[in-house]
């Protein structure tokens, strides 16, 4: 039987959880559909060791509720995944959104009803939810890329993916131990790997910039004078590119000597998180900019790494600093000192095959107990593209996003009526704060749905002219940026055959809030309200 509900949220992560809430509080009736067993998103699924958020706890979280914000504790100042998960759980039962929410509920499909006035849900417990407004809280790195390794079926151990972490406990005392993979998430696991596994082999085929977090307990302090003045703090916050505070000299290099370039980066190099990858003003632009920058990192990781050879490995050289994404590490590069760990460079040898011992690459085998995939996802698309989402014509989202997803303000795609996306393609989402994007949507989300409701309107639709404009508008100007220059998943090219594209806004929040302010207050210029 046809369940009727005003909107469908899908996914209960941090998007999805604060659009419960806000669809609530504008009395809609509302269904959360998660297919995990949890609340969390990616909270829920990544909890690898090692695994923690890489923007400051204190801006890494909801601003909605002054009471939340104020009352929780963060005990760190770049939060462990458990106390995020921890948050999240704590958001669900505060607000009673547990009950708004299916679990265990995989949404499989969504198609316009005969009369094209609402979308018909489908999930995989046989549900069928008729509804006005479907909102995609569906992730932008839940899509967890397969290991396609070819022989993984004949390995006799363990084998676990970072991005689908088992809820056991996994134990890697007296196991030899592979890990695939360096980016943020190898980046976080292999170190605590290292720690208690009898040895862990690292697979490396694009080598990573790594800056050191110099996490640490809570700076109650500074969270206290936060605390006191949390609205103004969030206010303040919007006004920086990432959405919360992330401080550049504001100054291109050119503007420095090489001492006091030196001294500038190496103060950021100490003070560790994000900092150092912001500094300068053509540092994302000219890559002879970016190259000092890289110079720098690259003496950095000669110095700690005591073997030549291992070090020369781990220096990027075939991408500039920032055009893939910039991890935040607790003791990376030193973890290749210790005894029991080894790089492996599979760029030169690639693996080959996985056997029923270990892995094989074209230059020798491994023999190992257990493997780690710390691969990536299918980027900010492939939630989405993994449900068949078709319209009234019966075109799916996949078949529409195959040359490029195209989007008007990452919010809406042309030719899918009331279907709403938090932190879609072209808008800043990955590259900013993801919980300050996320809340943004939401709120614009919510306030559409009212506008439409006060006015006694059904729909809203991205017209495809808006949408190309847009998509044309982020793709110019990422071609002017070195992110659209190296292979990365910024540009969907970890994926075989996906279209080469740059996956969100690239000038951060402030210049998107005005241009998405600008467009409503135009009568919701380039949408078709009607
Ligand atoms: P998610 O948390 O991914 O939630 C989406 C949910 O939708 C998931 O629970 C999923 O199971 C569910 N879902 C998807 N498809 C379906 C379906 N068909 N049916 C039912 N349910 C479905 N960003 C930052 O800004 N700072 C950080 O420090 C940071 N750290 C990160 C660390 C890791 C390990 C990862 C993987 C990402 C990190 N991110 C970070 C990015 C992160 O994606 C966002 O910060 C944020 O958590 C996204 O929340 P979300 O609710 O949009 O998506
Ligand atoms: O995934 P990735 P991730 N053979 O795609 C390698 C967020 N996040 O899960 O680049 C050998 O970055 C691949 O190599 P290459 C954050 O936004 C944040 O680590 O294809 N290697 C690469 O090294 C992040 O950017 C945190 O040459 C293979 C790695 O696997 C995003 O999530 C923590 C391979 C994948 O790196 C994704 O990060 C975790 C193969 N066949 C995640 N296939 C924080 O710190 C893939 N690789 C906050």
């Keep these: 039987m046809t369940e009727v509900k005003d ?16 669809m609530r509080a504008l009395g809609l009736s509302v269904a959360g559909i998660e297919q995990a067993p949890d609340v969390g998103g990616v909270w829920y699924h990544n909890n ?22 104020v009352e929780w504790e963060w005990t760190e100042k770049y939060a462990a995944q458990p106390e995020i998960l921890a948050y999240l759980r704590h ?87 592979g890990l695939i993979g360096t980016g943020s998430s190898g980046v976080q696991s292999g170190p605590k ?39 103004e703090y969030r206010e303040e916050a919007k006004t920086f590119r990432i959405g919360s505070p992330l401080y550049s000299t504001g100054r291109p290099t050119t503007d420095f000597t090489p001492d006091e370039l030196r001294q500038v980066l190496a103060a950021r190099w100490e003070a560790g998180g994000p900092a150092l990858s912001g500094s300068f003003t053509d540092a994302g632009r000219v890559l002879e900019a ?28 075939d991408h500039p600093i920032g055009a ?19 790089l492996v ?9 996985i056997t029923a011992a270990g892995i094989k690459t074209t230059e020798k085998e491994y023999p190992l107990d257990m493997i780690v995939f710390a691969i ?27 040359d490029g997803a195209g989007t008007y303000l990452g919010l809406m795609t042309a030719g899918f009526p009331n279907l709403f996306i938090v932190t879609g393609p072209g808008s800043p989402s990955v590259l900013v704060n993801m919980v300050a994007a996320i809340e943004h949507d939401v709120h614009w989300i919510g306030d559409t749905i009212s506008y439409l409701r006060k006015n006694h309107l059904q729909r809203i639709e991205a017209t495809a002219e808006a949408e190309d404009e847009w998509t044309d508008h982020v793709a110019e100007i990422g071609s002017g940026l070195l992110l659209s220059k190296a292979n990365s998943w910024y540009m969907g090219s970890n994926i075989a055959g996906k279209k080469r594209f740059l996956v969100a806004y690239p000038l951060g929040m402030p210049p998107y809030r005005q241009k998405v302010e600008e467009i409503v207050a135009d009568g919701y210029r380039g949408f078709v309200l009607s």
């Excluded at 593209?385 to 078949?399: F, M, P, V």
Aim: glycine fraction near 6%; proline fraction near 5%.
């Design 48 to 69: 690898y060791p090692g695994a923690r958020c890489d923007v400051e706890s204190v801006d890494y979280s909801y601003s909605f509720s002054d009471a939340l914000q």
């Design 324 to 342: 893939r994404r910039i991890c935040i590490d607790t003791d990376y590069y030193a973890t290749y000192n210790r005894e029991n760990v080894t």
């Design 345 to 353: 460079d599979v760029r030169t040898h690639p693996i080959e095959r």
């Design 376 to 402: 990536g996802f299918d980027a900010v698309t492939g939630a989405m593209t993994r449900i068949n989402i078709t319209n009234k014509e019966g075109l799916s989202i996949a078949d529409k996003w195959r």
């Design 193 to 231: 790997i290292a720690e208690t596994a009898e040895h862990l082999t690292v697979f490396q085929r694009t080598p990573v910039f790594t800056i050191p977090a110099r996490n640490g307990p809570m700076d109650q302090e500074k969270f206290t004078a936060v605390k006191a003045r949390y609205p």
């Design 7 to 22: 909107v469908v949220v899908v996914g209960a992560g941090f998007a999805g959880l604060a659009a419960l809430y806000k």
């Design 91 to 177: 958001v669900a039962e505060r607000f009673d959104l547990r009950p708004l929410i299916r679990f265990n509920t995989r949404v499989l499909s969504a198609s316009r009803e005969a009369e094209d006035r609402r979308w018909l849900v489908e999930t995989d417990a046989g549900d069928v939810i008729s509804c006005e407004y479907l909102v995609m809280a569906s992730g932008s790195l839940s899509a967890p890329k397969d290991p396609d390794f070819a022989g993984l079926q004949d390995f006799k151990g363990e084998w676990y993916q970072t991005s689908f972490w088992p809820k056991d406990p996994v134990k890697f005392e007296g196991k030899r131990v």
């Design 290 to 317: 970016n190259n000092k920058v890289v110079a720098f990192v690259h003496e950095r990781i000669r110095e700690i790494v005591k073997d030549p050879e291992t070090a020369e490995l781990l220096c990027p050289k």
